[in-house]
């Protein structure tokens, strides 16, 4: 693990080396290719009440989803897309898989949805629930009483639709919410973090009972896909901020990482996540805190995964759970975390990929 010490002598190149090696985390696997059914029917649904609207894994395969003046139904679109439009939709429950574009919601009511997209908008809702993975930030405009939590689901093959989206599972920024008609009325608020898919949705194994099993819903916790954030929330509680970074081509040891966090460091919570790029400037300034060892110059020959975690004594507790990592830099104090979680998730926010 990446410890404080003087960079004294190290040298920066003027620019970040392309490293072809380094792939994003939805990029790392290769799947073979599919193909879109041409029945147009399958890509829509309109006029229901009262029914189950699904589609399974391997249906769509990256297609445009519509639906229309559904109410009080059960809609589950269990595959990856290009986008999903969501109009005049009544007391629904709804699941979107990965939208590699937008998911857009317009003139709907009381619905409660699950939904992961590269954008998120809505437009003319009112008394809506949802738990949301979104690469940028959620707009909502002309809506009131929207509740968002961080998306919570799993099923075999989401990390794959995840990867076929190109969507990072570790930039989900759901609680970074702009609302563009915002006039000092609170029109959003954030679910309570205890909520859960299940508290809003039926169970996948429920509805589409021959494609999802109930042991396989439950996922005892060695799969999760999208990491639970805590996002903009007000902090649970005293504490100190810390900061991991881990180095290029490290996503298996983030992921064990964060396993290891949710069973055995409750007292821990993860605040914010994020895959990207920094330049040579950007690397300095989040490391100007302390001084840099050499492994620190790794931080610019690809993504990055920066990690940040609230708690008492977060820095003592990660920098143990981490101490036979080589890949990673831990914030040595609770002033640098903070400076550094600042820096990565708020300061850069506009200036980062992902």
Same mark, same amino acid.
């Given at each position: 693990m990446g410890n404080c010490c003087s960079d004294k002598g190290l040298k920066w190149p003027k620019e970040a080396p392309q490293m072809p090696e380094h792939k994003w985390s939805w990029g790392r696997k290769?799947?073979?290719? &599919?193909?879109?059914?041409?029945?147009?029917?399958?890509?829509?649904a309109e006029n229901k009440e009262n029914e189950k609207i699904t589609r399974k894994p391997r249906s769509l395969n990256g297609g445009q989803m519509q639906l229309e003046s559904c109410k009080n139904c059960d809609i589950y679109i269990c595959d990856y897309l290009d986008s999903a439009i969501l109009d005049t939709c009544l007391d629904c429950r709804i699941y979107i898989g990965p939208c590699q574009s937008s998911c857009y919601i317009r003139n709907s009511k009381r619905c409660k949805i699950v939904a992961a997209c590269g954008q998120f908008r809505m437009r003319d809702c009112k008394d809506m629930q949802m738990?949301?993975?979104? !690469?940028?930030?959620?707009?909502? %405009?002309?809506?009131?009483?929207?509740?968002? #939590?961080?998306?919570?689901?799993? *099923?075999? @093959?989401?990390?794959?639709?995840?990867?076929? !989206?190109? +969507?990072?599972?570790?930039? @989900?920024?759901?609680?970074?919410?702009?609302?563009? $008609?915002?006039? #000092?009325? !609170?029109? *959003?608020?954030? +679910? %309570?973090?205890?909520?859960?898919?299940?508290? +809003?949705?039926?169970?996948?194994?429920?509805?589409?009972?021959?494609?999802? $099993?109930?042991?396989?819903? #439950?996922?005892?916790?060695?799969?999760?896909?999208?990491?639970?954030?805590?996002?903009?929330?007000?902090?649970?509680?005293? #504490?100190? !901020?810390?900061?991991? &970074?881990f180095h290029p081509s490290s996503v298996e040891a983030c992921n064990s990482f964060l396993q290891h966090l949710a069973k055995e460091e409750s007292n821990l919570v993860v605040t914010h996540m994020r895959e990207t790029r920094m330049d040579v400037g950007q690397a300095k300034e989040l490391f100007s805190h302390c001084d840099l060892e050499e492994s620190m110059l790794r931080c610019i020959e690809g993504p990055i995964i920066g990690v940040g975690i609230f708690g008492v004594n977060a820095c003592h507790v990660v920098t143990q759970a981490l101490a036979n990592a080589t890949n990673v830099f831990v914030s040595p104090s609770g002033e640098t975390g903070k400076f550094m979680c600042d820096t990565l998730f708020h300061q850069f926010k506009g200036s980062l990929d992902g």
């Amino acid at each position: 693990m990446g410890n404080c010490c003087s960079d004294k002598g190290l040298k920066w190149p003027k620019e970040a080396p392309q490293m072809p090696e380094h792939k994003w985390s939805w990029g790392r696997k290769k799947y073979p290719p &599919v193909h879109q059914t041409k029945d147009p029917e399958v890509y829509r649904a309109e006029n229901k009440e009262n029914e189950k609207i699904t589609r399974k894994p391997r249906s769509l395969n990256g297609g445009q989803m519509q639906l229309e003046s559904c109410k009080n139904c059960d809609i589950y679109i269990c595959d990856y897309l290009d986008s999903a439009i969501l109009d005049t939709c009544l007391d629904c429950r709804i699941y979107i898989g990965p939208c590699q574009s937008s998911c857009y919601i317009r003139n709907s009511k009381r619905c409660k949805i699950v939904a992961a997209c590269g954008q998120f908008r809505m437009r003319d809702c009112k008394d809506m629930q949802m738990l949301v993975y979104c !690469a940028s930030k959620p707009v909502i %405009e002309s809506s009131k009483h929207i509740e968002f #939590g961080c998306f919570d689901l799993f *099923y075999f @093959n989401l990390q794959e639709q995840f990867d076929r !989206a190109e +969507l990072s599972v570790f930039n @989900n920024k759901w609680s970074d919410v702009y609302d563009y $008609t915002g006039s #000092g009325v !609170a029109n *959003y608020s954030y +679910l %309570e973090p205890c909520i859960k898919a299940k508290d +809003l949705i039926p169970a996948l194994s429920e509805v589409m009972p021959d494609d999802f $099993t109930e042991h396989e819903e #439950g996922n005892p916790g060695k799969d999760i896909v999208v990491p639970l954030t805590w996002g903009e929330r007000p902090l649970p509680c005293a #504490g100190e !901020a810390c900061c991991a &970074v881990f180095h290029p081509s490290s996503v298996e040891a983030c992921n064990s990482f964060l396993q290891h966090l949710a069973k055995e460091e409750s007292n821990l919570v993860v605040t914010h996540m994020r895959e990207t790029r920094m330049d040579v400037g950007q690397a300095k300034e989040l490391f100007s805190h302390c001084d840099l060892e050499e492994s620190m110059l790794r931080c610019i020959e690809g993504p990055i995964i920066g990690v940040g975690i609230f708690g008492v004594n977060a820095c003592h507790v990660v920098t143990q759970a981490l101490a036979n990592a080589t890949n990673v830099f831990v914030s040595p104090s609770g002033e640098t975390g903070k400076f550094m979680c600042d820096t990565l998730f708020h300061q850069f926010k506009g200036s980062l990929d992902g």
